[in-house]
């Protein structure tokens, strides 16, 4: 079965800091894989995805993921946080069998100054 | 690109009425629609599928006749809420997948909060 786990269901960083937001996967095929952000009582913006071409990915505002098949990770980076960062960060995996998305639980992005 | 609305943002209705709220991809063509519902601090629950021009595909526990879906176009679907109860207030969100897109990616619109009083 296909599945997403998302480890840390809050994270609290420094302005400044390095935010590290953990995704792991389980799927029988190549997968397709999707870090979303979201602002309150707003829907979801992509920041970036995988699809079998690099494996480390650059997304949108200064995001970016790597692809670790060896870990089945998709961990979420970026080197220096900004207050605007703080949000709900979703790791999804594209399910071709049920053709829908599936979403991890989420993490909650705070950061102080 | 890429964009999706939703009309309206918010909504409040009184229990026991009907609430319609539409999704539009407004510069492609979307051959495939979804709908979540979010609860507070939660994720994403999927409700149903929809491609133009045939029947929404429900997910388990999902009430069909109480959330009606149509997806009449390639850049409209609605959901209708029947017969709204308290229990139906949530964060509403549609996502529409573009037909000549090879990645799986799904544009999701900015989503409609719903409370039933």
């Known amino acids: 079965a296909q599945s997403v786990t998302q480890l840390g269901s809050h994270v609290s960083v420094s302005e400044g800091a390095l935010v590290l937001l953990r995704c792991n996967y389980s799927?029988?095929?190549?997968?397709?894989l999707f870090w979303y952000v979201q602002y309150p009582n707003q829907g979801l913006q992509l920041l970036l995805k995988y699809t079998s071409a690099a494996t480390l990915v650059k997304g949108i505002n200064g995001f970016e993921a790597e692809f670790k098949k060896s870990e089945t990770s998709f961990h979420l980076t970026k080197p220096s946080a900004h207050m605007s960062d703080a949000a709900e960060y979703f790791c999804a995996l594209f399910s071709g069998g049920y053709n829908k998305l599936i979403f991890g639980a989420g993490t909650r992005l705070a950061v102080h100054p | 690109g890429a964009v999706v609305s939703q009309h309206p943002s918010r909504v409040i209705c009184k229990s026991g009425t009907s609430v319609k709220i539409e999704c539009r991809s407004l510069d492609f063509q979307a051959t495939t629609m979804f709908w979540y519902r979010q609860f507070p601090k939660q994720s994403l629950m999927l409700m149903a599928t929809s491609n133009e021009g045939s029947k929404a595909t429900y997910e388990q526990g999902v009430e069909k006749d109480k959330f009606l879906i149509n997806h009449a176009s390639l850049t409209l679907s609605t959901l209708t809420v029947t017969s709204a109860h308290p229990e139906d207030s949530s964060f509403y969100i549609c996502?529409?997948?573009?037909?000549?897109?090879?990645?799986?990616?799904?544009?999701f619109g900015p989503g409609t909060r719903l409370t039933v009083t």
């Open positions: 799927s029988s095929v190549p997968p397709y």
């Open positions: 996502s529409a997948r573009a037909a000549a897109r090879e990645t799986r990616e799904q544009y």
